[in-house]
């Protein structure tokens, strides 16, 4: 009863936190999505310098733990440019998810068989019509359940940005259980709006994948 | 037969093609004029498809030139892909965009490199279909389509373009067998049209029926060439003959 009392009482606090994950995890889906795609784009080049860029990038960025990354970002960056918490708290978050998501991309354009790019070229398709009409659309099937995944993983993830003083909805639950000394009530209660919103992404992604399932 | 006019279209001049130090191709020669169905036979790993690719740059050569209506082959971008645009290109494994639907697969490129309206793509697309004999199977996803019948797709797709030039690597290979007679007959058609064909085959009945001119590799090598009735029934060379009476003794 007392645990519904709490629950009840600090979904007002709780909520505007919650929007702030939210709009954290999207910008990181969004920007990392880009940066993902850059990277394995680069990855892939028959270029040089832009595939040991990449590697490096890779290597460096997997290297690091989230929160080391988030705090030489944060203070690296606050100490240049007059940025917010919340923007070094996305580019962080962006950062590191790129790297994974560059690696679900490759391995999506790593199962479209090698002929199909052969297909295509012979059409006299150019290396990037090829690549978005052909090769892409293939691999995104692929590409899906892994990309979802790593969406709840960023979710997750974006409590980090809580160490960084941004008001997000684990901090707010951190606020709420040093007031009144219940941290067990609000951490359980942080954990079921988590659980919630993990259990709504999974259940689009179903039906994403089998939207696709559909299609040839 | 067909009739022939006297300029190449394809002329190969000292082409080789070296994968480290396996040499593949060495030093080739090969001519094919406008018209022409030439047939590349010869025993595995002798360089018969990776001559072929060579031609429309699928691979590159080490050394030699590839000209194509008197136009040396470069391997920049932007000259290979306008070249393609002129070369069909038909596969083994078929190889058609899984994604699309039969029509979908030959308007594509029709589109996006031929410039072509989708409505304009989309006629040419429903009468090669028709003509392939699968004027019914437009919206089939390449899953639902026999092998036979995805080869006939590829086939349009790649007339699509209007080529003045089609490659043929070992197209019935992946067949079974009582699909091979379907693509061989679009195939003959297609000659009896007047299309340039390079092929690379095992169907020797083809290359006896269809072939102005046969090839056959040995060793990166062209051991024997000239009309079919010589190659095939009168070969000069001991590797010719080698390599003809093991397929007789095959059946």
């Known amino acids: 009863m007392e645990f519904l009392n709490a629950l009840i009482a600090s979904s007002p606090a709780l909520l505007k936190g919650l929007s702030v994950t939210i709009g954290l995890t999207a910008l990181t889906l969004v920007f990392s999505v880009i940066l993902g795609a850059i990277i394995v784009a680069m990855k892939m080049s028959s270029i040089p310098a832009f595939s040991r860029f990449a590697t490096g990038y890779l290597a460096v960025v997997r290297g690091i733990p989230l929160i080391a990354l988030l705090f030489v970002i944060y203070f690296g960056i606050v100490s240049v440019f007059k940025v917010d918490a919340f923007t070094a708290a996305a580019i962080g978050l962006s ?17 479209v068989h090698n002929g199909q790019v052969e297909a295509s070229r012979s059409l006299g398709m150019s290396r990037v019509a090829t690549m978005s009409r052909v090769v892409a659309p293939q691999a995104l099937r692929v ?74 | 037969m067909t009739q022939i006019d006297g300029q190449p279209r394809v002329r190969i001049t000292g082409a080789t093609k070296k994968f480290g130090d396996n040499v593949v191709l060495n030093n080739v020669d090969l001519e094919v004029r406008a018209g022409e169905v030439a047939v590349l036979i010869g025993p595995s790993g002798a360089g018969k498809s990776t001559l072929l690719r060579c031609i429309n740059g699928l691979e590159r050569l080490t050394s030699g030139t590839v ?112 699909l091979v007679g379907e693509v061989l007959q679009v195939m003959r058609e297609l000659a009896d049209e007047g299309m340039t064909m390079v092929v690379v085959t095992h169907e020797m009945r083809f290359a006896r029926q269809v072939a102005d001119h046969v090839v056959l590799l040995a060793d990166g090598a062209i051991a024997e060439e000239g009309p079919p009735e010589i190659v095939l029934d009168a070969p000069a060379s001991d590797r010719a003959r080698s390599f003809l009476s093991k397929l007789q003794a095959d059946g």
């Open chain 1, 95 to 111: 950062v590191h998810s790129s790297a994974y998501v560059a690696e679900i991309f490759r391995s999506g354009i790593n199962s």
């Open chain 1, 143 to 216: 590409v899906v359940p892994a990309l979802v995944n790593q969406a709840i993983v960023s979710l997750k993830d974006s409590a980090v940005a809580s160490f960084i003083t941004v008001d997000e909805l684990f901090m707010t639950a951190q606020r709420l259980s040093a007031a009144t000394f219940q941290p067990l009530t609000y951490y359980a209660i942080v954990s079921l709006y988590y659980l919630a919103m993990v259990g709504a992404m999974t259940f689009f992604a179903g039906k994403v994948e089998r939207y696709f399932q559909k299609r040839g």
């Open chain 2, 67 to 178: 000209e194509i209506d008197g136009v040396r082959l470069e391997y920049r971008e932007r000259s290979l892909n306008h070249m393609r645009e002129h070369v069909g290109m038909v596969f083994q494994s078929f190889n058609l965009f899984p994604h699309l639907t039969a029509l979908e697969n030959i308007t594509m490129a029709q589109v996006v490199v031929g410039k072509r309206s989708k409505s304009e793509a989309h006629d040419r697309a429903a009468k090669l279909l028709f003509r392939v004999g699968l004027g019914e199977k437009a919206n089939s996803y390449p899953s639902a389509l026999s092998g036979g019948q995805q080869q006939r797709v590829a086939i349009a797709r790649a007339l699509a373009m209007t080529p003045k030039l089609m490659l043929f690597d070992e197209p019935t290979s992946a067949l079974d067998p009582e």
